[in-house]
C-alpha cells in the first residue's frame, strides 16, 4: 500500500491485449461494443468460404473475451486502470501513449498471436521493453517449440505463463533473471461467477468436443456413450462453443471432456483444452481421461474437482460418467466455487503480475 493511504494499492496497472484480430489502439470497453459487428472478411484468407468465416467469427469472439477477462480483473495489491487492446496497426503506439502519475503499463499476449508479427516480434517487443512497457505471455500449449518467435521474444518477458514443461533449450535460455515464470495451462477465459450454478440441472452428459479432436478413439467413446445413456448423452462435435452460448451449457449435469485438441501430435501429448475449466465454471461436473500430462488435471482430479477415468477403457469413461451424475449438489457446489476463484485466466494473470514485483 502507498505510505499514508492505507486503502489505496501501491501500483497502479493498464494492461494492454495484444490481440491480431484487433487493430488501432483503444479501449477494451469500446472493442467489445463494436466487437459483434466487426468485419471480419478483411482478416481471413477467404472470405468467399461460409464455413472459414464462421470458424474465424467464433475465434475471434474467444479473443474477445479474454480481453472482456482482463478488462475485469482484480486484485487487493493492484489498482487496475481501464483496459486497452491493440492489434498490429496499433502496437506501438502503446508505447507512445501518454501514462497516467504512477501507471505501470503491461503489454499481455496470448497463445501464438504474437506470431503475427512475423520476423518484426523481437523489434516490437524490444521497442515496448526499451520504453518501459513490461510484456507478458501467457502460451496455453508448445510454444517454445512450435512458435518460431518464441527464443527471440523471450529476453524482453516479465511474465511467462506456460503448460510446456520442460520449455525448448533455446528459448528457455534467453529468458532473464526475475521473470515470473507459472506452469499453469488452459483456464475458462470467462467471468467468474457470471454464469450462476444450476441447482437442479438434466440429468445428462454434454460431451464437449470438436471436429479437429473428432479421431476414431473419440468416436468410439461417444457411440459407446450413446449405446449406454441414449438420450442422457447430448454430443456436440462442431468446432466449438460460441461464447455467448456458453452459459447455456450450465444446464447440463455433466460435461465430458477430451484432452488435447489433435490427438495425434507428440506435440499436443501433454496438453488438454480448455473445456473442463468451463465446465467446472459453470457448475457442471467436468469428466477427462488421464491419457495426457494436462497440466493441472491430474492435481485436479485428486482433489475430487474433476472425475478422471483411464484411456482406452469405455467402462471406466461409462462408470466415471455415472459417478458424475450421481454427485450431490453440494459437490457441484465445492467445484463451482474452485473453478470460479482460481481456474480463470483473469485471476491466473493478476496472480502472476503482482508477483511481478
Known amino acids: 500500500m502507498t505510505p499514508g493511504d492505507p486503502g489505496r494499492p501501491a501500483r497502479r496497472v493498464r494492461i494492454c491485449y495484444f490481440n491480431t484480430w484487433a487493430g488501432p489502439l483503444q479501449t477494451v470497453a469500446d472493442y467489445l461494443a463494436r466487437l459483434p459487428g466487426l468485419d471480419l472478411r478483411p482478416l481471413v484468407s477467404n472470405a468467399g468460404d461460409p464455413e472459414l468465416m464462421r470458424k474465424a467469427r467464433l475465434d475471434c469472439d474467444w479473443y474477445g473475451e479474454n480481453a472482456r477477462c482482463f478488462a475485469a480483473m482484480a486484485h487487493p495489491e493492484i489498482e487496475f486502470l481501464p483496459a486497452w487492446i491493440a492489434g498490429r496497426a496499433g502496437l506501438l503506439d502503446v508505447a507512445k501513449a501518454p501514462r497516467e502519475p504512477g501507471e505501470e503499463r503491461w503489454l ?118 450413446a449405446a449406454r445413456f441414449k438420450d442422457r448423452l447430448v454430443a456436440s462435435c462442431d468446432h466449438t462453443t460460441p461464447v455467448n452460448g456458453r452459459g447455456q451449457l450450465a444446464r447440463f449435469k455433466v460435461g465430458f471432456c477430451p484432452e488435447g485438441r489433435m490427438f495425434a501430435t507428440s506435440g499436443m501429448a501433454a496438453t488438454h483444452t480448455d473445456r473442463p475449466f468451463w ?62 476463484a482460481h481456474e480463470t485466466v483473469g485471476h491466473v494473470l493478476a496472480e502472476a503480475l503482482a508477483a511481478a514485483r
Request: with cysteine.
Open 108 to 225: 499481455v499476449t496470448m497463445a501464438h498471436q504474437p506470431q503475427g508479427l512475423g520476423e518484426l516480434a523481437p523489434k516490437v517487443f524490444g521497442l515496448l521493453a526499451k520504453t518501459g512497457v513490461r510484456l507478458a505471455y501467457y502460451a496455453f500449449d508448445e510454444a517454445s517449440r512450435n512458435m518460431p518467435c518464441f527464443a527471440a521474444i523471450a529476453p524482453y518477458l516479465d511474465v511467462l505463463i506456460h503448460d510446456e514443461a520442460p520449455l525448448a533449450e533455446a528459448g528457455a535460455a534467453r529468458l532473464k533473471p526475475g521473470l515470473v515464470q507459472r506452469h499453469r495451462s488452459w483456464v475458462a477465459n470467462l467471468l467468474p461467477t457470471a454464469t450462476a450454478m444450476a441447482e437442479a440441472p438434466e440429468e445428462k452428459i454434454y460431451f464437449l468436443g470438436s471436429q479437429l479432436g473428432l479421431s476414431p478413439h473419440r468416436r468410439r467413446q461417444i457411440e459407446f456413450l
Open 279 to 340: 465446465c467446472g465454471c459453470l457448475g457442471m461436473v467436468p469428466v477427462s481421461e488421464d491419457s495426457k500430462t494436462g497440466g493441472r488435471l491430474e492435481e485436479l482430479h485428486r482433489a475430487g474437482l474433476i472425475v478422471r477415468y483411464a484411456h482406452g477403457d469405455l467402462e471406466a469413461l461409462a462408470e466415471a460418467c455415472e459417478r458424475a451424475l450421481a454427485l450431490p449438489n453440494e459437490a457441484r457446489r465445492r467445484i463451482y466455487d474452485h473453478f470460479n
